[in-house]
């Protein structure tokens, strides 16, 4: 089973224009991450937030953490059309994450 | 560097028949863990080995094998394949357990078709 919900599912945008990811998880976490995958390939690491961490930036990503009421988002500001992907959320450690759905997110430029 | 490398990319099998994934993860981590992901759907833990023992086990029948051999390279087994296995079976690595980072380092994958 699924540990997080990702919303939207899928999200199409123009080049330029800002992305915004949420994920909602169920149980209680030391950290949750943020990964990328473009159709079919394997998983890249983005970003990874600290439970008690409320923010975090790397280059144009930026993620929230709000423990309590136990989600995440993800923003990609002035997108371009090579951030086209699936983005994923996970929550776990030691080897063992349990991902989200993801989100589809198609930049149109 | 190389980073994770997985053997095949893709093959096709029959239903009822056997198949062997491997791994090699980055040089120097020695931790290995094995996902499936059905398509449209987000990867599933199957297993983690850290130096070469069994860490980890997620969800999946006993049909589902692995091991971790010295050179922590990893193979994973399917036996008795059914039309449900067909996924992208990814392999990745970390350093450690990854109880500190927690970042996982994920190959290409294999793509297995059962018929």
């Known amino acids: 089973s699924q540990q997080g919900e990702e919303d939207p599912q899928a999200l199409s945008i123009q080049e330029g224009e800002n992305a915004t990811m949420n994920c909602s998880y169920k149980t209680s976490i030391n950290n949750l991450q943020w990964y990328r995958q473009n159709s079919g390939r394997g998983l890249v690491h983005l970003i990874l937030i600290r439970s008690n961490e409320r923010e975090k930036h790397s280059g144009r990503l930026r993620v929230t953490l709000d423990t309590s009421k136990k989600s995440s988002s993800l923003l990609i500001t002035a997108s371009r059309a090579a951030d086209t992907a699936s983005y994923f959320c996970?929550?776990?450690?030691?080897?063992?994450?349990?991902f989200g759905q993801g989100t589809e997110l198609s930049v149109k430029p | 560097d190389a980073g994770v490398t997985q053997s095949p990319t893709h093959l096709i099998k029959t239903r009822g028949q056997h198949v062997t994934l491997r791994c090699s993860p980055i040089s120097g981590h020695k931790s290995v863990s094995w996902y499936q992901q059905v398509l449209g759907q987000g990867p599933q833990f199957i297993f983690q080995?850290?130096?070469?023992?069994?860490?980890g086990r997620g969800n999946f029948p006993d049909r589902f094998s692995a091991r971790q051999f010295p050179n922590y390279s990893s193979e994973l087994n399917v036996n008795a394949l059914l039309l449900g296995d067909s996924a992208l079976y990814l392999c990745a690595s970390s350093l450690d357990r990854g109880l500190n980072t927690g970042e996982l380092f994920f190959g290409e994958g294999s793509r297995l078709t059962v018929l």
């Open positions: 080995y850290y130096e070469k023992e069994e860490r």
């Open positions: 996970a929550t776990g450690e030691g080897g063992k994450l349990i």
